[in-house]
């Protein structure tokens, strides 16, 4: 550790040059023992593969930037792998289990709503926070203006003990940040 | 402690530590332990005087390194280490009295033998009692049997579907390949429904015959069970006919159930797939296993999902641990965005050289496991200092599920602007993974400093390794958006865009901006891979032919 003119540097700031000199010393010894280890140990293993598909996914991002590639097409409008081509609203058309009515595919979940009574205007609750729209997409749709689930709902799965996600500790679906 | 999947390698003796060991045995070891002075986070050093500086035996210097002689207890600086170790034979090894390694004098290299550790370790267990959370063998699900049963493959069933295969099936395709029709922004649905078709052991289930809809309907006369109508969409996804299904049935269904489950109405996917999972587990689990312990539940869902987590709280001062563990079905990953420049979320360009500012799979799952200091008005009640102190928590994978559900956290809100944007920097993925460094076993050792020693029961009958096998995918803003499902068979990705199939390369996947991404454990890939090659079906020909042996 040498300072830019040490000759003009007090006994102290030499002193607490040196300590500090000694610490780090200390530190990166530390830090190369605890590596030394870790690479004899073989716990670091792994690295080549990673490194691998660090390659991979930045080649990948390349090569689909780039404008001259065939890029996805609006999917709307090509033919699937089976050779089929499908309009981009779906046309089947069946009848609703709900109310026996003959309906067509894509305008079907906007008909189950209301013939439910799931209607979103039944369901609509003033937005307590905006923590109750963050935790989803919605969904707006140019084809349809409606959009079947409502919103405020979501505030239900911050508060929802449901069995299956674990413990709130890691926050899964927690809004606020601490 | 032998396992078939090794967290470390074993390594050798240089063979001036053999020498020592074969003439001290370990009680020179086991002397050293009086000294070992140990710290709460994992630190051993050792400590002969507490009154006095070590200093050097050979030069009586202060500063540097200090090694202790294992035959002698002097203590020499770095610069003078093999100077006693030349000066005495036999005084060859020596330890590292900052962290306990041991060095060789004469290699002058760092080397490492698990009955040192073993002693080292032993050493902080006794300086800190009930510190683990001892719960071995009591948890030992037999993941073998489950494995087993779960990828057998009932093909009696199976034989009825194929039969009903529609003549103008394209052979050379992957069989149950089939595009679901958009209801009417229903794509979040779609996106997870095809995931669910191609979860191996989830899909084997089903395929098999297992959740039979006969006998389910008289058990519960009430409504339609859940697993029953993902069994409707199975068979008819499955049946050979390759024209877009529409899964209203489910739906319908689904919007009946989510009624009851506190009123979920999503659009997020991820709710979705936590909903159908919870739906499945409401009718199946609950009829056999009251436990409320879902590890153990025997549902489908559970079975092929459910993992189980370990949360740890370290006392700062004294590294007494306190540990719960949970289950889950997925994990929810916060996206480092740490390292990340101010990069506004619209630019999209690729910058290939700035490989720091990557958001990766592992740093996201580093972020999870790492130790993060709990904020001073959380002081905890430390019951070994017996008095409130900082601690720092931290989570780790108690138990891998068979199907590993990642969901990355792509919305950021602003508390005080009051509005959510979504994140849509690029995060990389591996194809394979693995996850030995994110199991309790692996962050419990590393608490200790990474000494060879097995500090939990033995998970190894799950292995760590995964494959990738489906990412659902969202394109577009918070407010408006698609959804998407990529999933690999057989080493070829296939689009499930709704009701367009279409064939990607792998690189389109790997650059798409990845919502949910799903591994299964890679032994599960590829006996999936096996048992589902196509055959090639000409009518004259039983379309049914044996698996073993086949393609």
Known sequence: ?178 | MATNNPLYTNPNLCKHLAEYKLRHTLTGYTSFKNCLKTTGNGRTSICRSETKIPRCCSCNGYQGRFFMCLVCSSISCSSHALLHAQSETGHDVAVDIERSELYCCLCSDQVYDPDFDKVVVSKHMMDMPNNTHVDDGIRRSSKRRKLNSLMDLDLKKCKQLFLMRDRREKSCYPLGLRGLNNLGNTCFMNSVLQVLLYAPPFRNYFLSGRHDRETCKKRSSDRLCLACNIDVIFSAVYSGDRTPYSPAQFLYSWWQHSANLASYEQQDAHEFFISVLDGIHEREGNGRTPTKDNGDCQCIAHRVFSGMLRSDVICMTCGFTSTTYDPCLDISLNMNTSNLSSVDGANKSVRPNESSSRCTLSACLDLFTRPEKLGSDQKLYCQNCKEKRDSFKQMSIRRLPLVLSLHIKRFEHSALRKMSKKIDWHLQFPFSLDMTSYLSSSIVRNRFGNRIFTFESNEADTSAEFEIFAVITHSGMLESGHYVTYLRLRNQWYKCDDAWITEVDEAVVRASQCYMIFYVQKMLYHKANEDWSCTPMSPLSDPFCPIAGCC
């Open chain 1, 1 to 178: 550790m040498s300072g830019p003119n040490e000759d003009n540097l007090s006994p102290h700031t030499q002193l607490s040059s040196h300590f500090f000199g000694d610490l780090l010393d200390s530190i990166i010894v530390d830090v190369a023992s605890e590596c030394h280890r870790i690479a004899k140990l073989g716990l670091d293993r792994n690295l080549e593969e990673e490194e691998e598909e660090l390659r991979l996914s930045t080649q990948a991002r390349v090569r689909v930037a780039d404008p001259s590639n065939s890029g996805e097409t609006n999917s709307k409008y090509v033919v699937d792998i089976f050779g089929q081509t499908h309009p981009p609203v779906a046309n089947e058309i069946f009848e609703c289990m709900n109310c026996g009515r003959s309906i067509m595919a894509g305008r079907f979940a906007p008909h189950l709503e209301k013939c439910m009574g799931k209607g979103r205007k039944a369901r609509l609750k003033a937005t307590r926070s905006s923590t109750a729209a963050q935790n989803r997409y919605s969904r707006g749709s140019p084809v349809s203006t409606y959009s079947p689930h409502s919103n405020s709902s979501s505030t239900n799965r911050l508060s929802n003990g449901t069995p299956g996600i674990a413990g709130e500790e890691y926050s899964n679906g927690t809004l606020e940040e601490p």
